[in-house]
């Protein structure tokens, strides 16, 4: 079942997201790969949130295993002197949390960094996740690598911009190691299709041209989110009237053919 949607589908907005997420990242890589010249190679990498006991507070690193601090044995002692000391019986607590897939653009043979392509989610466009993500951002930001942000929701907070985006709904924006502190913005709305988007490599290279509306609809059938989108409830994207209208009136004439 194909989506009723023109182009991105708001009711992907919901429980569904991690699912699409990784789905379309995967595809997104192959567009990629596809139109790679022969030394370039597109991989997925990804990244953990890990929680702490504290739950407000998470560390964004890859994923590893910690081991919590117990009290010092009532039989130990201070000195430097020789002791046998008996163990604390302790738990590995693997702490785990959202989990999330980019993609890295290598240069052949040395492998390189070129680019890095991200796929927005509500785990870094909402705290705590914005503020490790943002970080993580600004790090890419001040090596010589392109950043590449597709974000495709309409909720959570866009990234941070010294002027205001263009009003829309969707952006896609490119950040050429060369050209910063300028990017590019392309923008979109609900109505709208999705466009081709350009990937950038290194000179003399051109930019690799992605057609975002082949991968979607590559992405929404693998995944077969056709059969679990409940396109009967209310769309769970952050809508206004209008839009709400709109998407009502898509559900509604997709119901009668």
Same mark, same amino acid.
């Given at each position: ?56 507070? @998470? ?5 590893? =295993? #910690? %081991?919590?601090?117990?009290?010092? +044995? ?5 000195? *430097? ?25 290598? @240069? ?5 960094? =070129? #680019? %890095?392509?991200?796929?927005?989610? +509500? ?5 705590? *996740? ?128």
């Amino acid at each position: 079942m194909a989506t009723p949607f023109p182009g991105m589908d708001p009711y992907l907005e919901g429980p569904e997201w991690p699912d699409f997420h990784s789905t379309f990242v995967h595809c997104w890589r192959e567009a990629v790969a596809d139109g790679l010249p022969n030394d370039y190679v597109a991989k997925i990498d990804e990244r953990v949130y890990l929680v702490e006991t504290d739950p407000e507070v @998470r560390k964004l690193i890859k994923p590893d =295993v #910690a %081991v919590s601090r117990g009290a010092r +044995p009532s039989g130990a002692r201070a000195s *430097g002197a020789v002791a046998t000391l008996e163990p604390v019986t302790m738990r590995l607590e693997i702490i785990d949390g959202p989990r999330e897939l980019f993609i890295e653009i290598l @240069r052949r043979p040395e492998l390189s960094l =070129v #680019a %890095v392509l991200e796929l927005l989610s +509500p785990a870094n466009k909402e705290n705590p *996740g914005r503020t490790e993500y943002l970080s993580k951002r600004s790090a890419v930001l001040r090596q010589n690598v392109h950043l590449v942000e597709l974000d495709l929701l309409r909720g959570g907070q866009r990234v941070p911009s010294p002027k205001p985006l263009p009003a829309a709904d969707y952006y896609y924006l490119v950040a050429h190691a060369e050209g910063r502190p300028d990017c590019q913005v392309y923008s979109w709305n609900l109505p709208d299709g999705l466009p081709r988007i350009p990937v950038p490599l290194r000179p003399p290279h051109a930019d690799v041209i992605v057609d975002l509306a082949k991968v979607f609809t590559t992405a929404y059938d693998r995944g077969r989110f056709g059969r679990s989108l409940r396109y009967d409830r209310p769309c769970p994207a952050p809508l206004n009237d209008d839009q709400r209208r709109w998407v009502e009136s898509v559900i509604a004439a997709k119901a009668t053919t």
